[in-house]
């Protein structure tokens, strides 16, 4: 695709929608009237206004959308928003992007690199790159996405854009509840299920509560092969809650304290294997392996966990014509990826000339992550409505994150001493403990402070113009220290980096009828720049040193985004579509750095991302709801790197920016019809496509990939090597459901979820650079489930 070809498309597109609109002029009053009262409220511009009022590009899935797709997590919800796309990296891991901006895959240890998409809980914000929490879905009030960057009133980490859980809040007055359970088949052989509930209580006049609380076990799907091998090894569970309190002693001022807790462990991760050095066809002294597909082979069991605890407050007052509100948040996050790295430790052993024995020896990669952070938030915002409306407000964070990893290899000391030399092992340790041949501590302190503020004025009855920025300033400080083996030996050695600028915004909103809106929009987004980690020097070819060693901090990434877009609404349907262009500075690419299993981050001067999106909602005839959702993105690199730096990362003008699909295409329709007094069945289906990708921009180069794992291990050559295809193949998920509900509030539903058992390739899993292991991370095979929910 083109540019050109996307500026032909959204003309087409917008022409449509307008004649679409202005056909239904005639309606418009009728059709206002008719949707006033189901009209979805939102608070993207940190006020409240009506889905079709926002100036800008927004999806907003409410909790009747997530309840009749079956969408269980934030990826389930991508699918059914256009411009939005999740890569799957494993449970509680999952890099989120909107129109195209992406940098490539994150992993487990990278902990200073930000995000591109901010998310946020109601109003505070739980971004953590790779490790956003996967929060449940229940007891949603609607999940907003606002498309392109949120500089102005969101900050840092809204370069792409933002997403926004918003909860329902306890309502005074007013005894209200809901109970869910299900029971859920995977892959044929593993249960899963959950049970939740939430209420609601008065407690007086004056105050109310809201509490929710759930638990979910995840039915496993991968098999390993293996000394540690078994079936479904990938099952896990969620659990947790939310307690929040209202305090409303007049109509002026309230105040909500909020506590929510959850916690998510896994028995492993979802990776379907091609090659591991311990299991493949080339071996000789050892069986032959041909991998089944969601197959795996472990040395030893994997583990995640990730036990989060968020406590916040927000203090609402009224003074006239002005509101003031204060959010502060606290957020306590313990995080721990245990990954079986006996393929990494065992390939440097081979490199080494250690004997079998110690290649065979078990090894245990312990990334934790243990946070602390604090924000606060204050703003004014005018609270009438006059022709002005404006908001005012100042951010602060502190952030303090502790990165730690161990490699407990038991008896690896021995070998090392062996063969390198006795006292080998106890001279590289530098303090850590024996037999871990690669440990390292990684405290960070991060600080920012922000400004900002946006007005709206309206020039006319049809014409609005708003107008905004922001100013932040923001420091971190990073301490490392490492030792033993595979390590460089760093102690507390100390890197700092600062910035601070200014991020724009300006929009215009017209109305060309009274259910036809055009909006155009210019502004800028950030993504704060850090340091990179030191290689692991003693793993690296000297090729790879030599190509990936001059890179250190990397700078703020930037992007100018500019849009066009229609909002339209008549009697039965609503047609919202827009096209977009991001101009991106500095874009921060992540990259594999080969043999030395490190990653880095660097700038690439230039990239784009550019296209068009749609969303249409029908409703013909009643109970008849039909959608349609799409986006066509070009996103692409426009810089080309020196030398063999080219093919090496895949920095080259006209490659794609990866993670991407360049198509995205959601269907999804239900009808409901009464078969008797008070109760009601529905049929539902939807059909979604996600296009093909890359994991990184260097899958391009040389793609298909032939590695050459160079590593003389029982029995296989040193030459044998694997071909694979890198291009992410586009998948097509299809999900049928059916249910009664009843005028008492019960209600069942028996669904299908992938119902062509798609094996999706996610993203592709690489050790040491593809030498030690290949991989995939796959999703979800056909899920049968049965749930019952009753309100009350």
């Known amino acids: 695709m083109k540019i050109s070809a996307t500026i032909i498309s959204t003309t087409s597109v917008l022409a449509l929608a307008t004649t679409l609109g202005l056909g239904g002029q005639a309606q418009a009053q009728e059709a206002a009237a008719a949707a006033q009262g189901n009209e979805i409220v939102v608070t993207a511009t940190k006020r409240d206004q009506t889905l079709q009022d926002v100036p800008f590009s927004i999806n907003a899935q409410t909790a009747a959308d997530i309840q009749k797709s079956g969408a269980v997590t934030l990826e389930d919800v991508s699918r059914n928003v256009a411009g939005l796309s999740v890569q799957n990296l494993g449970p509680g891991q999952s890099q989120v992007s909107v129109r195209g901006v992406s940098a490539g895959q994150v992993v487990r240890d990278q902990p200073g690199v930000k995000e591109q998409v901010g998310v ?45 859980y918003i909860t329902n809040q306890p309502r005074l007055g007013a005894v209200e509840g809901v109970v869910e359970g299900n029971l859920n088949l995977v892959d044929g052989d593993d249960i899963g299920g959950h049970l939740k509930g939430a209420i609601n209580l008065p407690l007086g006049d004056n105050a109310a509560a809201r509490a929710v609380g759930y638990f979910t076990r995840y039915g496993g799907f991968v098999n390993a092969i293996g000394p540690a091998g078994g079936e479904d090894v990938n099952s896990g569970e969620r659990y947790g809650g939310r307690l929040a309190l209202t305090f409303q002693p007049t109509d002026s001022f309230s105040i909500t304290p909020r506590i929510v807790y959850q916690k998510i462990t896994a028995d492993g991760f979802n990776r379907q294997e091609e ?25 030893l069991r994997e583990a995640f966990e990730d036990e989060t605890m968020i406590a916040d407050a927000t203090i609402k007052l009224g003074l006239g014509a002005v509101e003031l509100t204060s959010v ?43 946070l602390e952070t604090f924000t606060q938030e204050l703003r004014l915002a005018s609270d009438g409505a006059g022709r002005l409306q404006w908001v005012i407000g100042g951010f602060f964070s502190k952030i303090d994150r502790v990165y730690e990893q161990r490699l407990p290899t038991p008896g690896y000391d021995a070998f090392t001493d062996a063969v390198l030399g006795a006292g080998t092992s106890a001279a590289v340790a530098n303090g850590f403990p024996a037999d871990s041949p690669f440990n390292s501590d990684l405290p960070y302190d991060i600080e920012q402070f922000a400004v900002f503020g946006e007005a709206t004025y309206d020039l006319t009855d049809k014409l609005s113009v708003t107008a905004g920025g922001r100013y932040y300033d923001f420091n971190e400080e990073r301490t490392i220290t490492t030792g033993g083996l595979f390590a460089n030996g760093d102690t507390g050695v100390v890197d700092r980096t600062s910035s601070s600028g200014f991020t724009p915004r300006l929009l215009a909103s017209y109305d060309l009828s009274d259910n036809v809106t055009v909006n155009a929009q210019a502004s800028k987004g950030f993504r704060l720049g850090g340091v990179n980690d030191p290689l692991n020097t003693p793993l690296c070819n000297a090729q790879d040193l030599a190509l990936f060693g001059g890179f250190q901090n990397y700078e703020d990434e930037t992007l100018w985004n500019y849009e066009l877009g229609v909002k339209t609404q008549g009697r039965g349907f609503t047609f919202n579509a827009g096209a977009f262009y991001n101009d991106i500075s500095n874009l921060q690419v992540t990259l594999d750095a080969g043999s030395c299993s490190s990653r880095i981050v660097f700038n690439v001067e230039k990239a784009h991302s550019a296209g068009v999106e749609f969303e249409l909602g029908l409703n013909p005839v009643p109970g008849l709801d039909l959608s349609l959702s799409g986006s066509l993105i070009e996103a692409e690199f426009d810089t080309t790197l020196p030398g063999a730096l080219t093919a090496a990362t895949g920095i080259r003008d006209g490659n794609r920016l990866p993670s991407v699909p360049k198509f995205q295409l959601s269907a999804s329709g239900s009808y409901e019809w009464p078969i008797g007094d008070g109760t009601d069945a529905y049929v539902a289906a939807s059909v979604q496509h996600v296009g093909s990708r890359f994991t990184q921009p260097a899958d391009q180069e040389g793609n298909p990939r032939t590695f050459v794992h160079g590593l003389p291990f029982g029995g296989a050559p040193a030459g044998s090597s694997t071909t694979v295809d890198l291009l992410l193949p586009s998948y097509q998920l299809v999900n049928l459901s059916a249910g009664i509900d009843f005028d008492n509030g019960l209600s069942f539903v028996a669904y299908v979820n992938n119902v062509f058992d798609e094996n999706a390739l996610l993203s ?20 049968y489930g049965l749930t019952a929910r009753k309100t009350f």
């Open 120 to 164: 946020y809980l109601d109003e505070s914000v739980i971004s953590l790159s790779l490790f956003t929490p996967d929060l449940d879905l229940f007891d949603l009030n609607r999940i907003e996405t606002l498309r392109g960057p949120q500089g102005t009133l969101f900050g840092s980490g809204s370069v792409g854009g933002t997403i926004r």
């Open 328 to 370: 502060t948040s606290y957020i306590d996050r313990s995080i721990l990826v245990s990954r079986d790295a006996s393929a990494l430790s065992g390939s440097v052993s081979v490199d080494l000339g250690y004997p079998d024995a110690a290649v065979l020896l078990p090894s245990n990669l312990r990334d934790t992550t243990q």
């Open 764 to 783: 592709f899993d690489r050790e040491r650079g593809g030498r030690a292991r290949l991989g995939y991370n796959i999703g979800q095979p056909r899920t």
């Open 275 to 299: 090659y591991s050095l311990f299991a493949n066809q080339f071996t000789t002294t050892r069986p032959q392996v041909d991998f089944n597909e969601r197959e795996q082979y472990l040395l």
